[in-house]
């Protein structure tokens, strides 16, 4: 949830590669891709933009980040935050299978996997040490839901010290408002944005 000032937006732009002026212009030497959430219960839901194309990207970038032997982290949700809200949350258990993170990543073993009970991917786990140990200084963050999950992880990786990076073509929201407003109003200042391919383009020239 956003506080402070409102979605300014009219209208969602259906094509996410245009919701933003491309500015993405540097790919550390240590870059780690973090997958949110592209799991068999959330995939199947509702989204903005079509989640096969956003399956499509994230496992091009994927793909691109293993051939060049750079850290692909495969995020899950299996559960929520303690505190109270004022909208009701699920408490039952997930039914099964409902966690399993999707074929279509062709999950390696090299793949660090990591499963929160948070909105971002590093309140609830260990992955801020274990990036850190491996030298990692940016991350490329893509997945569901954009103004949840992509964006809480990356918040918090930008206050872990990591630079950021975010491919809007490779995530999407159930919520059109939301994945404006993080396009618009929060990603600018957490990092730089740009398309999958001109994220593979900056890899290839800095391999």
């Not at 212009?25 to 997958?35: G, H, N, R, S, Y």
């Not at 997945?143 to 950021?164: D, H, I, L, S």
């Amino acid at each position: 949830m956003h506080q402070g000032t409102a979605p300014d937006h009219k209208h969602t732009n259906p094509n996410p590669a245009k919701a933003s002026a491309v500015t993405v212009t540097i790919i550390d030497p240590k870059t780690a891709l973090i997958v949110i959430d592209l799991q068999q219960g959330i995939v199947s839901l509702p989204t903005v933009h079509p989640i096969g194309d956003v399956v499509k990207h994230a496992r091009a970038l994927a793909d691109a980040f293993r051939r060049r032997g750079l850290p692909v982290v495969l995020v899950n949700v299996d559960g929520g935050a303690p505190g109270r809200t004022e909208q009701p949350r699920r408490t039952a258990a997930f039914p099964a299978g409902w966690t399993d993170l999707i074929p279509e990543l062709n999950q390696q073993p090299s793949d660090i996997v990591v499963t929160k009970r948070t909105w971002g991917a590093f309140a609830s786990t260990n992955l801020e040490a274990q990036l850190k140990a491996l030298d990692v200084t940016q991350v490329v963050v893509v997945g569901v839901a954009t103004g949840t999950g992509v964006e809480a992880t990356a918040r918090q990786a930008y206050e872990q010290g990591f630079n950021v990076t975010l491919a809007i073509d490779a995530m999407t929201d159930i919520r059109p408002e939301a994945h404006d407003y993080s396009l618009a109003h929060v990603f600018p200042r957490l990092g730089e944005t740009g398309t999958t391919q001109e994220i593979i383009d900056l890899l290839e020239r800095s391999a």
